[in-house]
C-alpha cells in the first residue's frame, strides 16, 4: 500500500479541531503550541489541499466559524488524529529512556501490543506520565519471571506459576471481508467451513494466528486445516490484503475496528467456534509494582489495581 498523498499536516488537522472547540483561532493556536500567524499559514495551506475554506474568519482573524466543509473535517479528523496520538505514544515506547529515567520494562507479543497497548500509552503520557520501554517477546511470562521486564502481558487463562495475574483486556477474534464477498450475504459461515478455507493470516509466531488456530481446531477436529492464501508480518498488511479482495482473515476486533466502522471492511458472523480472547497483566509473585509500573496496571485494569 502506497503512503497517502492527499493527507493534511497533522498539526494543521489538530488546530481545525481546537478552533471548533474554543471558537477563536487565537485559543486554538495556543492549545497547538504556535504563534497565531503560523496558525493562519497552517490553516492557508489546509485550505489549498482541501480546494475550499474551511473557517470563516473574524475581525482581524481572532474568531473563527467552521464552514460546512471545515465541520466535515474535524469529523474525519478525529480519528487520525486519535491513531496519531496512540502511534506517537507506542513509538516512544520503543525508544530506550534517556540516561537516569525510571524506566517500566514491558513485556508484551508484538501481536498483543498492537492490539492493545498503544491506549494504555497515550493514558500514562496524558495523565500521571512515566516512560515505559517495550520487550518484544514470544513468552513475556518468562520475561518477567527472569526479572528481563516488571510487567508482561500474556493472552490466555492458563496457570502462570510465581506470578500475579489480572485481566486487562478482552479483544475477540473476527472474520472480516471485503464487502463484495459472499459471506457478507449469508447470515455468517461455519467454523468447519472457515477451517477449510484458505485464509490470509500473520506469521507462525503471531498471538491471533495461534488463538484463530487453536479455536478453530477445538471447534472442527475432524476437518483438515487449508493452506493460508498468504502470510504478511503485521495486522496492517493483512487488512490492506483483505481490502484488495486477496482472501478473508481472522484478527483481533480492536486491529479492524476502523476499517469496519469505514465499510472497507464486513465482520462476518462465525457459528460454532469460540473466538473470545483475554489478556493478563502478570508481576512477581510477593512484590507490588511502584510508580510508573503501578500507574501503567491501573489504567490497563480499569483502576482495579491501586
Do not use: C, Y
Not at 50 to 79: D, F, N, Q, Y
Not at 92 to 104: E, K, S, Y
Not at 145 to 169: D, F, K, N
Request: hydrophobic content about 45%.
Amino acid at each position: 500500500m502506497s503512503a497517502p498523498a492527499r493527507v493534511p499536516d497533522l498539526t494543521a488537522l489538530a488546530l481545525l479541531v481546537a478552533v471548533a472547540r474554543t471558537g477563536t483561532l487565537g485559543s486554538a493556536a495556543q492549545r497547538v503550541g504556535l504563534s497565531p500567524q503560523a496558525a493562519s499559514a497552517r490553516l492557508r495551506t489546509l485550505e489549498q489541499q482541501v480546494g475550499s475554506r474551511v473557517l470563516e474568519r473574524g475581525k482581524r482573524g481572532r474568531s473563527g466559524r467552521l464552514t460546512a466543509r471545515g465541520a466535515l473535517l474535524v469529523e474525519w479528523a478525529g480519528p487520525v488524529l486519535d491513531a496519531a496520538s496512540g502511534l506517537d505514544a507506542a513509538v516512544a515506547a520503543l525508544r530506550p529512556a534517556p540516561a537516569g529515567d525510571a524506566t517500566v520494562l514491558l513485556a508484551a507479543e508484538p501481536g498483543v501490543a498492537e492490539a492493545i497497548l498503544p491506549g494504555w500509552l497515550v493514558e500514562l503520557r496524558d495523565g500521571p506520565g512515566g516512560h515505559v520501554s517495550l520487550v518484544d517477546t514470544p513468552d513475556p511470562a518468562a520475561a518477567v519471571r527472569a526479572g528481563t521486564a516488571a510487567v508482561g502481558i500474556v493472552e490466555g487463562s492458563g496457570p502462570l506459576g510465581g506470578l500475579h495475574a489480572a485481566t486487562v483486556a478482552g479483544d475477540p477474534l473476527v472474520l472480516v471481508v471485503p464487502p463484495t464477498h459472499p459471506w457478507t450475504r449469508n447470515g455468517g459461515v461455519h467454523a468447519t467451513e472457515l477451517r477449510a478455507t484458505s485464509l490470509l493470516v500473520r506469521g507462525p509466531g503471531a498471538a491471533s494466528r495461534r488463538a484463530a488456530d487453536s479455536a478453530l481446531t477445538l471447534a472442527a477436529p475432524d476437518v483438515e486445516p487449508a493452506r493460508p492464501v498468504g502470510e504478511l508480518a503485521a495486522d496492517a498488511a493483512v487488512r490492506a490484503a483483505v481490502r484488495e479482495g486477496d482472501g478473508p482473515a481472522v484478527l483481533g476486533r480492536a486491529a479492524v475496528a476502523a476499517d469496519v466502522a469505514s465499510g472497507a471492511l464486513v465482520e462476518v458472523a462465525v457459528h460454532g467456534a469460540d473466538l473470545t480472547r483475554e489478556f493478563r497483566a502478570v508481576w512477581l509473585e510477593g512484590t507490588s509494582p511502584q510508580g510508573t509500573a503501578r500507574d501503567l496496571l491501573r489504567i490497563a485494569t480499569g483502576g482495579r489495581i491501586r
